[in-house]
Antibody, heavy 120, light 104 residues
Framework: QVQLAESGGAVVQPGRSLRLSCAAT????????IHWVRQTPGNGLEWVAV????????YYSNSVKGRFSISRDNSNNTLFLQMNSLKVEDTALYFC?????????????WGLGTLVTVSS | EIGLTQSPGTLSLSPGERATLSCRAS???????LAWYQQKPGQAPRLLIF???SRATGIPDRFTGSGSGTDFALTINRLEPEDFAVYYC?????FGGGTKVEIK
């Protein structure tokens, strides 16, 4: 069945880098857009980034643009979120989620999330 | 950027009652891109409604999405114990602040 599993979360100091992974099973990443969404403890959801099914379109929120980047390993059906120049305000639970149809018609499958803590 | 305002922040109801949650956009939006999610503590969000009014796979018919333009609603008829959760609306890259439906 369709599953997404995030990993790579850790405690890191401000200014450092971290790479998150999102492993997909039950479907091919080349057939669906995949989003990253984060949630701060006790707070709401914030969209972070997306890569289209064909990999040709990548979009980022203003809060992470220029610092975060998405890449993909199609052979292993795994997506990555490279996070550079981390800030305290990047502390959150990071989810990857599948676009149901195209980019923005709802996110139908989500992973359980991986926790990133940025602290000195 | 279009903002989404959800109200009320918290809704206190009893099982069996009807819940009506509001999501207001700062300007008119397409219904194509309006979705609703349910999130329970320690869980990922779950897609309930897409396209403003279409139920996602496996979602019970007590959940109904409606609205157009700037005003959208999620109605939950006959609240079940498992429906007490936080609900978010979403349009493109923007999520609303959420409405918590709690047991009265």
């Amino acid at each position: 069945q369709v599953q997404l599993a995030e990993s790579g979360g850790a405690v890191v100091q401000p200014g450092r880098s971290l790479r998150l992974s999102c492993a997909a099973t039950g479907f091919s990443l080349t057939s669906y857009a995949i989003h990253w969404v984060r949630q701060t403890p006790g707070n709401g959801l914030e969209w972070v980034a997306v890569v289209s099914d064909d990999g040709n379109k990548r979009y980022y929120s203003n809060s992470v643009k220029g610092r975060f980047s998405i890449s993909r390993d199609n052979s292993n059906n795994t997506l990555f979120l490279q996070m550079n120049s981390l800030k305290v305000e990047d502390t959150a639970l990071y989810f990857c989620a599948r676009g149901r149809v195209d980019l923005w018609h709802g996110f139908d499958y989500w992973g359980l999330g991986t926790l990133v803590t940025v602290s000195s | 950027e279009i903002g989404l305002t959800q109200s009320p922040g918290t809704l206190s109801l009893s099982p069996g009652e009807r819940a009506t949650l509001s999501c207001r956009a700062s300007q008119g939006i397409s219904t194509d891109y309006l979705a609703w999610y349910q999130q329970k503590p320690g869980q990922a969000p779950r897609l309930l409604i897409f396209g403003a009014s279409s139920r996602a796979t496996g979602i019970p018919d007590r959940f109904t999405g409606s609205g157009s333009g700037t005003d959208f609603a999620l109605t939950i008829n006959r609240l079940e114990p498992e429906d007490f959760a936080v609900y978010y609306c979403q349009h493109l890259a923007t999520f609303g602040g959420g409405t918590k439906v709690e047991i009265k």
